[in-house]
């Protein structure tokens, strides 16, 4: 069982906005600002997407932007394109040298 | 380019080891932080194990799920690192990726390396 909970599918339509939820504990995404996201494309190996709660890499479109509050972070993505489908996961420093991850989100532009 | 490039994967039956490697090209392996991230076929991911710079120590830490079975240790002298696996089980059949660890993130990941444990 992922020690982070995210839903397994989210969808929107092209131009919608969509939030992807990332709960943890306050072990971890409560008390640690090293919370990531990674994309992961079809058969592909995960890329870094957003870290630190809200620094984007560079390449990472500044339509996705992200957030924390309490034991729960987020990504959110404005102005919804075919291009962002994939999946997405969470991932929170745990402290002592440890990482946990969320399920992994699969999301898809209707 | 900075590169992580992992090998070592393959079949092996339930109770067996396996060693897998990781190298860093591009950039100073001593530099490097790194961790092991996995995943089982149709799954999400699921981070093993990571281990610190020399210069702090080199220390290992490890998931639950993996302590006292899996071992990371690195060479900075020859640039590799390496996972352990012993006592292998049937639910540590997964894409075993290497990863760059810089600050709280995992900044480069290596392609992943199969790893199949199967009688």
């Known amino acids: 069982q992922p020690a982070l909970t995210q839903p397994a599918s989210v969808s929107g339509s092209p131009g919608q906005s969509l939030t992807i939820p990332c709960t943890g504990t306050s072990a971890d995404v409560g008390i640690y600002n090293y919370v990531s996201w990674y994309r992961q494309d079809p058969g592909k190996a995960p890329q870094i997407f957003m870290y630190d709660v809200d620094k984007r890499p560079s390449g990472v479109s500044n339509r996705f932007s992200g957030s924390k509050s309490g034991n729960t972070a987020s990504l959110t993505v404005s102005g919804l394109q075919t291009e962002d489908e994939g999946d997405y996961y969470c991932c929170s420093y745990a402290g002592s040298g440890t990482w946990v991850f969320g399920g992994g989100t699969t999301l898809t532009v209707l | 380019e900075v590169q992580v490039l992992e090998s070592g994967g393959g079949l092996v039956q339930p109770g067996r080891s396996l060693r897998l490697s990781c190298t860093v090209s591009?950039?100073?392996?001593?530099?490097?932080?790194l961790s092991w991230v996995r995943q089982a076929p149709g799954k999400g991911l699921e981070w093993i194990a990571f281990i610190r710079k020399e210069v702090y120590g080199g220390t290992p830490h490890y998931a639950a799920s993996v302590e006292g079975r899996f071992s990371l240790s690195r060479d900075d002298s020859k640039g590799i690192a390496y996972l352990q696996m012993s006592s292998l089980k049937t639910e540590d059949t997964a894409v075993y990726y290497c990863?760059?660890?810089?600050?709280?993130?995992?900044?480069?990941w290596g392609q992943g390396t199969l790893v199949t444990v199967s009688s």
């Open positions: 591009g950039s100073s392996f001593a530099d490097s932080a």
């Open positions: 990863t760059r660890v810089n600050g709280g993130l995992f900044d480069l």
